[in-house]
């Protein structure tokens, strides 16, 4: 097996393990936030409350042994709240930088939706450029930096949507979804006594994380499957229910993520069944259906779902390393 591989492969399963003390029944679940963390792309975690997502980023950050910050979105939040405020020191007569909560590692935005559009915007520089300006100077963030946001779907009063700019800053969009019977019984017992985030340790360092991230760069992607990434993408655009596709971001996150999937499943080239896994995921919250279709209850799942249905697939022999 590649060397890179094995790397990839005893990192996911180290972080892996340590989550599942924590959330249980989830496993394909923690399996995308671990892909999203090493593809260096952000997460949107949109479910109902009280399944887990708070603690699920907890848990990640436990394990890595990264820096954590939590934020909760208010409609009467500033920007500076998040981006943190320069203060005039009469000492030494300059300005100082006070950090946000922002200058983190990893970064829990709780019920992003309730923050106001020019509070939602403060993010939007760090999610893409991994760095933050106040009044004027330019502040680099830390590596690793991964924003794990939240929002309800259900409950929109007091809400504002996040924009398509926003959005597709967001390299997945997950749902953890309710537990099974058997998996809520083993919850209970779990936190008889005391909560399991209290017992998990680090299991991987930050050094760890930065090097794999490297490393699953070397994953082959063959012609074939770069042009079907593109070709599914570009198929979200040309669709009659869809007014507004996925952007070139959703194949760079196709390509990306699908470079990992391949990595954990301990190969060093790139399937198409990687892709069409990952294509929900990755490109379902940027696409817009039409208000026509939206009336039919069509979703941008399912117009993802009926391209993938439709579009040829390269075999793998054209997929596979020379």
Known sequence: MDKNVENIQNFTKKV???????????????????????????????????????V????????????????????????????????????????????????????????????????????????????????GVTYKLPKPFLVMATQNPIEYEGTFPLPEAQLDRFLMRIKLGYPQLSDEIRILELQQMH????????VADVEELLAVQEEVK?????????????????????????????????????FRSGQVKAAMQGRDYVLPDDIKYLAPIILSHRIMVQPASRLRNLSAEQVVTEVLGYLPVPSKELAVKK
């Not at 320069?86 to 709780?110: C, H, K, T, V, W």
């Not at 909560?195 to 680090?202: A, N, Q, S």
Request: hydrophobic fraction near 40%.
């Open 16 to 54: 892996m393990e340590n989550l599942e003390k924590v959330i249980v029944g989830k496993r394909y679940v923690l399996e995308q936030v671990i892909i999203g963390l090493i593809c260096q792309g952000h997460i949107l975690v949109e479910d109902v409350p009280g399944v887990g997502k708070t």
């Open 56 to 135: 699920m980023a907890r848990a990640l950050s436990k394990s890595i042994g990264c820096s954590f910050n939590r934020l909760q979105f208010t409609p009467d939040m500033l920007p500076s709240d998040v981006t943190g405020v320069s203060i005039f020191n009469q000492i030494s007569r300059e300005f100082e930088y006070r950090p946000g909560p922002i200058m983190a590692q990893i970064l829990l935005g709780d019920e992003i939706n309730r923050a106001t559009p020019k509070t939602q915007s403060a993010l939007l520089e760090a999610m893409e450029e991994r760095q933050v300006t106040v009044d």
């Open 195 to 202: 909560h399991p985030i209290e017992d998990i340790g680090i």
């Open 218 to 254: 070397s994953i082959f992607v063959s012609p074939a499957v770069k042009r079907y990434i593109v070709e599914l993408v570009r198929a979200t655009r040309d669709h009659q229910d869809v007014y507004l596709g996925s952007s070139p971001r959703g194949s760079l996150g196709l």
